[in-house]
């Protein structure tokens, strides 16, 4: 994604006659690469086993170019360069992402499932410190309407239960302790910017699932 924006109040303007100038130039990309695996295996005694797994890799990258300029000539054309008084502003900002992921479903006779599942995620967001989190699941399905008691009639149920952790990493400079500069009683000071926290860690949440799916009347 891109955008530019330019805002200019010209020479003689009412609130600004020496004419101000602004821009910006503002990109955002958003690289993803992701792989997954897939096995899936008939066992003795009505069991199957699915087992995947994989990685992936999330990488946002945003450039702003900006600039400020106040004071220009009636009879030239504004730009940044021309002002009298004139300023320039460039950030760059990359985050990556990286995470790994396996998963296991074991199945018995068609209707009982279990399911554990692991993930390890890492981000350059902390800097030198990928601060490696791992998130954990666990769950089970039992499809009802598989037993030998049910009838079609009544159609297809299934029961599932699920537990697992997830999390989001903090934005690029949030674990760090950042001034700013201030005017205090005529005199230069300096003010918290960001407050940080060097112990900073995702961000993380656990969540207990229950719930059914099913159909009737032919799906």
């Known amino acids: 994604a891109a955008s530019r924006f330019r805002h200019l109040r010209p020479v003689g303007y009412v609130l600004a006659p020496e004419g101000v100038l602004s821009d910006e130039d503002w990109t ?7 792989y997954v695996g897939n ?3 008939t066992l003795p005694r009505d069991m199957t086993s699915a087992l995947s797994w994989g990685a992936q890799s999330i990488t946002t990258d945003v450039r702003s170019e900006a ?3 106040e004071g220009f000539s009636p009879d030239r054309e504004p730009t940044i360069e021309e002002g009298e008084l004139s300023l320039r ?9 990286t995470g790994l992921f396996a998963e296991e479903i074991f199945g018995l006779r068609d209707r009982y499932f279990a ?8 981000s350059t967001a902390f800097g030198d410190d990928l601060a490696l989190q791992v998130y954990p699941r666990v769950g089970g399905s039992y499809v009802i309407s598989e037993e030998p008691f049910w009838s079609p009639a009544w159609g297809r149920i299934k029961l599932r239960a699920v537990y697992g952790h997830a999390g989001r990493a903090p934005t ?14 005529g005199e230069t000071a300096f003010v918290p910017g960001v407050v940080g926290d060097p112990e900073l860690a995702p961000e993380r949440t656990a969540e207990l699932e229950l719930g059914a799916d099913a159909s009737f009347l032919s799906g």
């Open 172 to 185: 690029v400079i949030d674990a760090l302790r950042t001034w700013r500069e201030a005017d205090f009683d």
């Open 89 to 97: 502003f460039d950030s760059h900002t990359r985050v990556r992402t």
């Open 115 to 122: 399911t554990a599942g692991i993930r390890l995620d890492g």
């Open 39 to 41: 096995l899936f295996l």
């Open 67 to 69: 600039g400020y300029a």
């Open 28 to 34: 955002s990309g958003i690289l993803t690469a992701e």
